[in-house]
C-alpha cells in the first residue's frame, strides 16, 4: 500500500509543481486544437471535441500551458486540484488577450485575412473577439475559415468570387499536404463562421 501513497503524494507534488508554472505570469494556458487521433488523448489529456465524428472526435481542443521550453498538457490527473471550468476560462481568456495579428492576405488579392506563425494563429478561430474582427475587415456575414495545421490561419468571406474561393482552396490543401514546417496538421475541413462562432465545417 505504502507504494502508492508515495506515488500520489509524487503526483500531489508534480501537480502542485504545474500549478505553480501556471501562476507564473509567463506559463499561461492556452486551448490547443488537436486532431481525433492526437495521441495525447490515449495520455488522458483534457480535452473537449471540436467536431465530433462517428468514432470519437475529428477535432479535439486541449489545454496546454505555455512554457519557454514546450507545451506541457494539462491531464485528467490535473482535475484532482484544478477546477476544469477554471482551466477553460482561464485559457479562453489567455487566447481573447492573445494579439495574433490578423492582416490582409497579398496572395488573395487582400481579399482575405490570416495570422500565420504566431503560436495560436490557429486557435483563434475559437475566439469570438478576433472572429468578429475577421468579418469587420472583410466586411463579410459568413466567414469560411481554414486552420490545416496549427499556427496556419486563413480566412475569407463566404461569398467571395470564384477564382478567390479557388485560390484559397488551393492554399488550404498544400498546406495540409505540406509538412516541411513540421507544424502538427489540425484538419482538412473548412469552417464556417457566423456572428463570431463557428456554425459548421465542410469537410474537404
Known amino acids: 500500500m505504502s507504494g502508492t ?3 500520489k503524494e509524487k503526483s ?8 505553480e508554472q501556471t501562476q507564473n505570469s509567463d506559463q499561461k494556458i492556452y486551448p490547443i486544437l488537436k486532431p481525433g487521433d492526437w495521441v495525447g488523448l490515449k495520455a488522458g489529456a483534457l480535452s473537449s471535441t471540436l467536431i465530433p465524428s462517428e468514432d470519437g472526435a475529428e477535432v479535439v ?3 496546454g500551458i505555455d512554457t519557454p521550453d514546450n507545451f506541457v498538457f494539462l491531464t485528467k490527473k490535473h482535475l484532482e486540484t484544478m477546477d476544469p471550468k477554471q482551466i477553460t476560462q482561464e485559457a479562453f481568456q489567455n487566447l481573447e488577450n492573445c494579439d495574433t495579428g490578423l492582416e490582409f492576405v497579398a496572395s488573395l488579392d ?3 485575412v490570416g495570422s500565420n506563425g504566431s503560436d495560436f494563429s490557429s486557435e483563434t478561430i475559437l475566439s469570438r473577439t478576433h472572429m468578429l474582427k475577421a468579418h469587420a475587415m472583410l466586411d463579410a456575414e459568413e466567414l469560411l475559415v481554414s486552420i ?3 499556427t496556419c490561419m486563413t480566412i475569407i468571406s463566404r461569398d467571395v468570387d470564384k477564382d478567390t474561393m479557388n485560390t484559397f482552396a488551393y492554399l488550404h490543401n498544400y498546406t495540409w499536404e505540406d509538412d516541411s514546417f513540421g507544424n502538427a496538421p489540425i484538419t482538412n475541413s473548412l469552417f464556417i ?4 462562432n463557428i456554425v459548421g ?3 474537404l
Open 5 to 7: 501513497v508515495s506515488g
Open 12 to 19: 500531489q507534488e508534480e501537480i502542485e509543481k504545474i500549478i
Open 61 to 63: 481542443i486541449g489545454y
Open 110 to 112: 487582400n481579399k482575405a
Open 148 to 150: 490545416p495545421r496549427r
Open 193 to 196: 463562421v457566423k456572428d463570431g
Open 201 to 203: 465545417h465542410i469537410p
